[in-house]
């Protein structure tokens, strides 16, 4: 099997990457590294089947990539997004413009298969409403969640007029081994600049499901395995959810500091464009034959370990 992974030196790309490196024949990385997951590198790098390109994959001409390639798992995506909360154009720039390079240089190659790593802002804000993959309609919040549907559409569109297979995944919060952003990620950055406050983005009740990235390594290779239609789309969460709050104190406890004074926002939300309450149902891929490892609370307990290793430096 050859695969090419765009996005595969950031935190979700770099893990697959080093996983299927053992199984498969070849690995082709397009990667531009405006990720921060670099740590990832080092690792592949040692890899003889692994070979990393440092390509744009939206100004580049990527074409002589997908050559021979029998599946892409498409990941990149801008990993700023703060940036992307001010700037419309980043997200449709990375999201939708590189999305559609990718498919036309599948269909140039006659690469047919593709992974596409979407995620809850497709729902947009639906607060307590559980969301199984067929809710609609899908009218995003944010401009990151916008691109996301557009995406899907785009490789929808395909597999209706050029044959191809595509393996779309809604993504809770993923967490784990070598994660270089996210909530937990922060705290522990801004804990050890300032040991005794934490600013909290929002008023710290933004309840969602924390997924270890093992789970979702799981749960993907498990679908490509089974799925018989020609596209279809998967929620990958846990049952549970946590909030801010609760992420907030076990940084704190694994940091081992005393008398932190937590700073609050006001706001129900982390940014603009955040959804501050998420439900999801994972019944679909669960009927497949997948079930998560880690729970939300033990997602977030290993993420927060990995972070403050030096393995995640
Ligand atoms: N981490 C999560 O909680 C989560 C949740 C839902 C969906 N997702 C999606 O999963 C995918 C991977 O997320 P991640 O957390 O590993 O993010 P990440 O930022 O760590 O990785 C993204 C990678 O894409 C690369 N990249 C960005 N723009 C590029 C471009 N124009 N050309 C080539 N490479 C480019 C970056 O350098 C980075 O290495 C993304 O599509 C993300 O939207 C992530």
Avoid at 98 to 106: P, R
Avoid at 186 to 193: A, P, R, T, W, Y
Avoid at 247 to 267: H, W
Avoid at 286 to 300: C, L, V
């Amino acid at each position: 099997m050859r695969i090419l992974i765009t996005g595969g030196l950031g935190f979700i790309g770099s893990y697959f990457a080093e996983k299927l490196s053992n199984s498969a024949e070849q690995i082709i990385i397009l990667d531009n590294k405006t990720g921060f997951s670099l740590s990832g590198e080092d690792i592949l790098l040692t890899k003889p089947n692994i070979k990393i390109h440092n390509v744009d994959i939206v100004s580049s001409d990527i074409d002589e990539y997908f050559m021979n390639i029998d599946i892409v798992y498409h990941f990149a995506a801008n990993s700023k997004i703060s940036e992307g909360v001010n700037n419309p154009n980043i997200d449709f720039d990375i999201t939708v413009r590189g999305t559609q390079k990718v498919l036309n240089a599948m269909k140039k190659a006659s690469v047919n298969q593709i992974v596409f790593s979407s995620g809850s802002g497709v729902y947009g804000d639906q607060k307590e409403t559980i969301l199984s993959e067929d809710f609609g309609p899908l009218l995003p919040v944010s401009y990151y969640g916008a691109s996301k549907l557009a995406a899907e559409a785009m490789i929808s569109s395909f597999c209706g007029m050029s044959g191809f297979k595509a393996f779309i995944f809604r993504f809770a919060n993923v967490v784990g081994m070598r994660q270089t952003h996210g909530v937990a990620y922060d705290f522990v950055n801004k804990l050890k600049i300032q040991p005794k406050t934490l600013e909290v983005l929002g008023n710290g009740m933004q309840s969602k499901s924390y997924i270890d990235v093992e789970d979702i390594f799981n749960g993907i290779e498990l679908a490509i395995k089974k799925q018989v239609t020609n596209i279809d789309v998967y929620n990958i969460s846990t049952q549970d959810y946590i909030d801010v709050r609760y992420i907030a104190k076990e940084v704190i406890k694994e940091m081992n500091l005393s008398d932190v004074k937590i700073n609050y926002g006001e706001d129900s939300f982390g940014w603009v464009g955040d959804v501050p309450i998420v439900r999801f149902s994972s019944d679909k891929i669960r009927k497949m034959g997948w079930s998560n490892k880690y729970s939300s609370q033990e997602a977030i307990q290993r993420a927060i370990k990995f972070i403050l290793s030096d393995d995640n430096s």
